[in-house]
């Protein structure tokens, strides 16, 4: 046997919303299903997306995978390309380092002697230092 309490009121605060009242009218009485007859309903229409067939999503598909492969391609050649950029670069900056070095070594060589033989056949004569100081007598 069981036994049940009697239900209580629950002190319920009262619906401040409008919750507006569906309009109820009274189907046609041609509407009414026919006994021994099915009655086809036409499928309601989706009111979000537009129907979108198969073939089109595998068509989209292929197209993106065809832009992607081709992206990924030019992204592996670039970076092969910069390589070979990048070392070709380090090859010059060698090559150019080594002409400056020759080309100091060079004035070294030439620079000065054949300045102070040239000067000396003309008659000039060598100052010496330039830290001397110079008297002026009054």
Known sequence: MMVQS???RQEVKPNLRKVPKPDI???PPAAKKAKGKKVRKTPAKSVGFPQIKPGKVILVSIILAVFGFAYLTHVF???KLLQEVQALEQEYNKARQMHDE???RYDRMV???EIYQKAKEQGFVNGGPA???IIVKE
């Open 6 to 8: 009697p239900l209580k």
């Open 25 to 27: 009218t009274p189907s």
């Open 77 to 79: 050649a670039t970076q």
């Open 102 to 104: 020759l080309k100091l």
């Open 111 to 113: 620079g000065p002697a």
């Open 131 to 133: 830290d001397k100081v």
